[in-house]
């Protein structure tokens, strides 16, 4: 289906625009006629126009739709119907894509379909863990507490999403740093220590000359370094896209040292808080399983999700798989089993889920204390291969003129 941009007015008189894909203009009229809309303009989006028309207003964040889930029930128990809450989430949400969801989910509304089914028709802004609470909320009668869980889950989502941000602030911009010196370095200032010696005849240390190759290079061919590392970039990132690069780069991450620790815990604090959340809404565990498994970041421990799955469908309890994918720590199935055993499997995830949160803020204050002396190592090579470039070539001249 094409995307098209379309220009109406609503029933308030007011002007609204947007986005909407369908297979023809006159569906596209259609369905806005259907919502109310007088037609003013409509016409198919280019690659350009589409991406603009997205990038202006971002995808929703984790903390928007938390904010989003503790509004509606902060109205639903305020007596407030679904109807009236969506209008004034409507009118007060910033974000413009997920404006144009909420209207849109409160047309579909309108219109007789169930709150979950309007979400559903979203799912760049609503997640499917969201719909299925929102779809055994509303089946059970407790929408309210369904949403109230979901907004738990985005904010603790939020919280371990900023705290590894967070650690990786820090080595990035003292790499961009490191970078930019040792630039400024090769190209204007050890070039003009080389000239100097050159006036004098003075015989270079092959480290000097090795510099001032690097340095020149960089300042005559700037024009194919330039671009190779552009071209670098962009093929790793589109390779980290593939099914392929996913195993490469995800893989180390539980191979390097300092990463693994992180790696795990914090998928094994977004797999317990999921599922206890997912089932304590009262969502079957193999649907759960799946939706878990689509929630995971990592490659390998989506694929575990996976695995997990099939053996709950064969009659397996859901500590085994846990155990038998190697990817968990013992802590994880072992606990699993004794909410198995006792028949409280949720609340025995929700003690897992904090105690793993606790233990991702370790793991990031463990990774940054890690991480400082590597850091701090790879910085005094950098400065002392440039000081050797600079300082060689003068205590050469210094011996040479000691011995006239």
Known sequence: MAAYGYEAIDKAGKTVSGSIEAESIDKVRMDLKQQGLTVLEVKEQSLLSKDLNISFGGKPTTRDLSVFCRQFVSMNRAGVSILSTLKMLDEQTENKVM??????????????????????????????????????????????????????????????????????????????????????????????????????????????????????????????????????????????????????FHGLKLKIAVMKNLEIKQASSMMARTMSTLLASGVPIIEAVDIVGDTMENVYFKEAMDMCKNEIMIGQPLSRPLEQCGLFPPMVYHMVKIGEEAGNTEEMLTKLADYYDEEVEIAVQSLMAAMEPMIIVMLAGIVSLMIAAVMAPMIKLYDVLGQL
């Open 99 to 248: 404006k144009e969801a909420v209207s849109g989910v409160r047309v579909s509304v309108e219109k007789g379909e169930t709150f979950s089914s309007a979400l559903a028709q979203y799912p760049k802004v609503f997640p499917e863990l969201m719909v299925s609470l929102v779809a055994a909320g509303e089946s059970s009668g407790s929408l309210d507490i369904a949403l109230e869980r979901m907004a738990v889950q985005f904010e603790k989502s939020t919280k371990i999403k900023s705290l590894v941000k967070k650690a990786m602030i820090y080595p990035v911009v003292v790499a961009v740093i490191a970078l930019v010196v040792m630039i400024v370095m090769l190209v204007f200032v050890i070039p003009r220590y080389g000239n100097m010696f050159a006036e004098m005849d003075a015989e270079l240390p092959g480290i000097t000359l090795f510099m001032l190759a690097c340095g020149n290079f960089l300042r005559t061919r700037w024009y194919i370094v330039v671009p190779v590392l552009a071209a670098v970039i962009v093929g790793l990132k589109l390779f980290s896209r593939t099914d392929s690069g996913k195993h490469v």
